[in-house]
């Protein structure tokens, strides 16, 4: 089982839809949990952190952890043609040690 | 706030040649992080340092795969001899403490191709 899934897509939403992006992790001992944004031929670049159960909203952006079904996602509202990238759910487990997912790649259509 | 430099920004070498990629993080930032990204694939953890020692090297090819952070700061990280399935983008990255509730920032990474 890898440490960190996620569905590899393409997700395909129209624009103004709520794109749903969903990550499951197998380490329970799990501290903390971040979605990651990259562009093609880009560098990750964090869009959202989470640490504890439950959701956090940031603008468009919503995040929701469940860690006893050992479950993360990410929501996107209004989806836009710029939100079209690959979406990377990162799990920062014990010693710090930050894990990646294979990415979902995600595609906004106008 | 200066980010996460990395340079070459670009590479090419033939199969069996070495190559070195130079990361210098955001200052302050306590833990280095070397990942390895091919081509449609997420992020793989090469090695990871706190300050200047080792926390995790275990996916790092040790065999031809090398790196060290010395006082504590930049990092360079070494391959040698290269293998066509080294071509890859290497990107390194920073989190400012080590207890894990922290973001890790990127560089711009380095795109290898190996010929």
């Known amino acids: 089982q890898k440490e960190v899934e996620q569905n590899s897509g393409p997700l395909s939403v129209p624009e103004g839809a709520i794109a749903s992006l969903n990550c499951t992790y197998s380490?329970?001992?799990?501290?903390?949990f971040f979605w990651y944004r990259q562009y093609s031929g880009k560098s990750p670049e964090l869009i959202m952190f989470i640490y504890s159960n439950g959701d956090k909203e940031d603008g468009r952006f919503t995040a929701q952890l469940n860690k006893a079904s050992q479950y993360v996602s990410l929501l996107i509202r209004d989806s836009q043609p710029s939100d079209s990238a690959t979406y990377l759910c990162a799990v920062n487990g014990g010693g710090n040690k930050l894990v990646f997912g294979a990415g979902t790649i995600l595609r906004v259509k106008s | 706030e200066a980010g996460v430099a990395q340079s070459p920004r670009y590479k090419i070498i033939e199969k069996r040649q070495s190559v070195a990629f130079w990361c210098n993080p955001i200052s302050g930032h306590a833990t280095l992080y070397w990942y390895q990204q091919i081509l449609g694939q997420g992020p793989k953890l090469l090695i990871q340092?706190?300050?200047?020692?080792?926390?995790?090297d275990s996916q790092l090819p040790k065999d031809r795969f090398s790196a060290e952070r010395l006082k504590g700061v930049d990092s360079t990280l070494k391959i040698q001899p290269a293998k066509l399935e080294d071509s890859a983008v290497y990107l390194c990255?920073?989190?400012?403490?080590?207890?894990?509730?922290?973001?890790?920032?990127f560089g711009q990474g380095t795109r290898l191709t190996v010929v």
């Open positions: 340092f706190q300050n200047n020692g080792v926390v995790d």
């Open positions: 990255a920073s989190s400012l403490r080590v207890d894990g509730n922290t973001e890790a920032f």
């Open positions: 380490d329970r001992g799990s501290q903390s």
